[in-house]
């Protein structure tokens, strides 16, 4: 309608930067990342396991089964989301994974090894839609990578390959 007031904030529709890497080195996803973060703007970076698209679609889940689970996606998707400060709370990050490991996501880590790193504080740990912490800009990135990657082996009921793609965007 014209005259409204209401804007959207536009997102990039297409990645700034796309990084194909092995989770045995994650140098240069680190160093990535921790450029996303010390930006004054916002951003995101999207990390998941380098598989075929379709891969969601060939493991056997009926339609049904799809919308009555509380379970996410058999592939799993991390999101590493930069504040831009302009918050109450000041440059506070959030990392999200939709996984299809079930309710109880962080008691299921930790019975399976996987220690969540200090600074990582849990926001939502929800079956469906994911798990999400908040952490500040004194938590490494490599550490919050290799958590996010350990964790989605970890939550996963597929094999999951040794390379990643990390693909980064801008708010426009």
Do not use: C
């Not at 058999?74 to 990392?95: E, K, L, N, Q």
């Amino acid at each position: 309608m014209e005259g409204d007031e209401w804007t959207r904030r536009p997102m990039a529709a297409e990645p700034s930067t796309v990084l194909r890497f092995s989770s045995d080195d994650l140098s240069e996803v680190g160093v990535l990342a921790r450029q996303l973060l010390d930006r004054s703007a916002a951003g995101w970076m999207n990390l998941r396991p380098d598989v075929e698209e379709d891969v969601d679609r060939a493991v056997a889940i009926s339609p049904l089964s799809k919308l009555f689970s509380g379970r996410g996606p058999v592939v799993p998707m991390a999101t590493i989301v930069a504040s831009d400060g302009s918050g109450r709370r000041g440059h506070v990050h959030s990392v999200g994974l939709e996984h299809r490991g079930g309710p109880k996501a962080l008691q299921v880590l930790g019975e399976a090894g996987v220690e969540r790193p200090d600074g990582l504080q849990r926001r939502q740990d929800h079956a469906k839609w994911g798990l999400v912490l908040e952490f500040g800009d004194a938590l490494p990135t490599e550490t919050l990578v290799r958590f996010v990657i350990d964790a989605a082996v970890a939550l996963t009921p597929i094999v999951l390959p040794d390379v990643w793609l990390a693909s980064t965007y801008d708010s426009v």
